[in-house]
């Protein structure tokens, strides 16, 4: 199971792009990486999802580079509701699949 | 939209009840997930179902068990709640196909026993 690092927490600035990595070493062959967002007093929401490369949407973009341990996910010009706690999360689609997520950064956007 | 709900928004419970968490997803999926989160240590694996009556331990099981009787249900159970149980409570469901799919949670059900 491949165990994901981040960093605890950041701080950025309202309009700022921000870019948090995660570390996935031990990433297999079947696994993807995808982020949520926790607001608080809510249950995680999906941001994007990837497999290798680039992946955007319209909220955030994610790199992963050729070896896929590790990935970034990029916000462009955050806003103080973009204050929230990002988790990565590497896992497979297979059936058996134990979701493990990291400790998660926390994201303070200040004015 | 997936609709994944959790039975109690709140809980107070006493040291020693039998507790019940409720979750009923709307989307026919195969894996059901209960976590739970604490203060500093993001959201931690309990068990989860890729099937129903199927189960599997996660990180943490120890004085939970579960429940999948029917696909759209999962259910948490404390068998005898402690004070170290008060937390908040996590349900997520996911499809299974052969593009990733992504997790749905609940709400959250915050515990607190005394």
């Known amino acids: 199971l491949a165990k994901t690092t981040q960093p605890i927490s950041m701080d950025s600035y309202e309009g700022q792009e921000v870019n948090i990595t995660c570390s996935h070493n031990?990433?297999?062959?079947?696994?993807?990486i995808t982020w949520y967002q926790q607001f608080p007093s809510q249950g995680p929401r999906f941001i994007i999802q990837g497999y290798k490369t680039k992946v955007t949407n319209e909220v955030a973009s994610l790199f992963i580079p050729a070896d896929r341990k590790s990935s970034t996910l990029s916000l462009p010009r955050v806003s103080l509701s973009d204050t929230a706690v990002y988790y990565c999360?590497?896992?497979?689609?297979?059936?058996?699949?134990?979701?493990?997520f990291g400790a998660g950064t926390r994201l303070a956007v200040h004015p | 939209d997936v609709k994944v709900t959790q039975s109690s928004r709140y809980l107070v419970k006493r040291t020693g009840e039998k507790v019940f968490l409720e979750c009923v997803q709307d989307m026919d999926h195969e894996n059901m997930f209960w976590y739970r989160q604490d203060p500093g240590l993001g959201l931690r694996l309990i068990y989860f179902?890729?099937?129903?009556?199927?189960?599997e331990k996660g990180d943490i099981p120890e004085g939970y068990s579960v429940s999948r009787e029917k696909k759209e249900r999962f259910s948490l159970i404390l068998e005898s709640a402690s004070t170290n149980q008060t937390s908040m409570y996590l349900c997520a469901s996911r499809g299974t196909g052969r593009t990733n799919e992504k997790l749905f949670f609940g709400s959250g059900t915050q515990l607190s026993v005394l």
């Open positions: 179902s890729y099937d129903v009556k199927m189960k």
């Open positions: 999360l590497v896992g497979s689609s297979g059936g058996y699949n134990k979701l493990i």
């Open positions: 031990n990433i297999a062959t079947n696994d993807y």
